[in-house]
């Protein structure tokens, strides 16, 4: 029952996230709630250990290592004007985030995208004199939504392709979730048009490209995305010719930062830099996750 009421008061937590005049942060939150749960003994310090999913964590720290050095070398910016520099008006620009970083967001993953997407599109919105909560929003929609048409597209559907036996996890979320993301993302793009329809306008957009910062780290992340691509691919091919390869999507996300992380003169800054607040958030969940359900209270709720 402990682990169950320090679950709810984790979950009360996040959703006012202060107590008093104390701000929270979410990892903070989770934190707390895992060394609750091992100072009441609800689990035992082995059985915490044991219920991190290494391989998710893993995953998380090399695709985090990429999306940090795509930013630091400003490749990111590189890349934002290629992808947007056609925009002329608000309602492209929404548009091409909504599908352009959505559909990026499959791949680089939500978190990676929401970290390093928050900067350019605020530098979008101040450039251009737009309100900023819309392409927030737009941003908050598009790797959220657009995620969920891959297997490495955020944690939830990693541990599903992971855990879940599926035979060709690329081929079978993008089979059957495409299309329903597709129309999300549509549909969001209606609902931002209909809330902020006065900010909407004809106004011609004048965009500049922007210098690469560290050319050399802007190669190494180059070299990182064209893994990713190649060994997504490979991954689809081994599973469609019934090779028998233990081709886990760890080792695709591990393989991508390698570039980075053996021939950046920075890695140990990048390293230092990467977004570990999320990687405490989810070993915190593991644990105060595992805790609960070692409690049986979830199996005898879903029993009843």
């Known amino acids: ?89 608000l309602d492209g620009i929404v548009l091409l985030i909504l599908f352009g970083l959505g559909s990026l967001s499959a791949f680089l993953m939500n978190d990676t995208l929401a970290i390093i997407g928050t900067p350019v599109v605020l530098a979008f919105a101040k450039r251009f004199n737009v309100n900023h909560k819309i392409l927030l929003l737009a941003l908050a929609f598009a790797v959220t939504i657009g995620s969920v048409m891959s297997p490495i597209g955020n944690p939830q559907n990693l541990l599903i392709a992971m855990n879940g036996n599926v035979a060709n996890p690329f081929v079978t979320f993008i089979r059957f979730l495409f299309l329903p993301t597709m129309v999300c993302l549509f549909l969001a793009y209606l609902l931002l048009r209909l809330n902020y329809r006065k900010d909407f306008s004809a106004k011609i957009l004048s965009w500049r490209e922007e210098a690469i910062s560290d050319h050399r780290l802007a190669l190494l992340s180059k070299v990182s995305l064209v893994l990713l691509i190649i060994l997504v691919l490979a991954k689809i091919a081994t599973v469609l010719a019934g090779l028998d390869i233990d081709f886990r999507l760890t080792y695709i996300a591990l393989a991508c930062a390698l570039p980075i992380l053996l021939f950046s003169p920075g890695r140990l800054g990048i390293v230092r830099r990467i977004d570990w607040p999320t990687l405490i958030f989810f070993a915190a969940m593991f644990v105060l996750m595992e805790s609960v359900w070692d409690s049986g209270l979830l199996q005898r709720a879903m029993d009843s």
Do not use: C
């Open 1 to 89: 029952m402990i682990s169950l009421t320090v679950l709810l008061i984790v979950f009360l937590l996040i959703a006012v996230r202060q107590i008093g005049k104390i701000r929270l942060q979410i990892w903070h939150i989770m934190l707390l709630g895992a060394i609750a749960v091992l100072a009441t003994a609800q689990i035992s310090p082995q059985a915490a250990f044991k219920a991190i999913n290494l391989d998710v964590m893993l995953f998380l720290f090399g695709m985090f290592v990429v999306g940090q050095a795509l930013e630091e070398s400003g490749y990111l910016s590189h890349l934002s004007y290629r992808l947007f520099g056609r925009a002329k008006s």
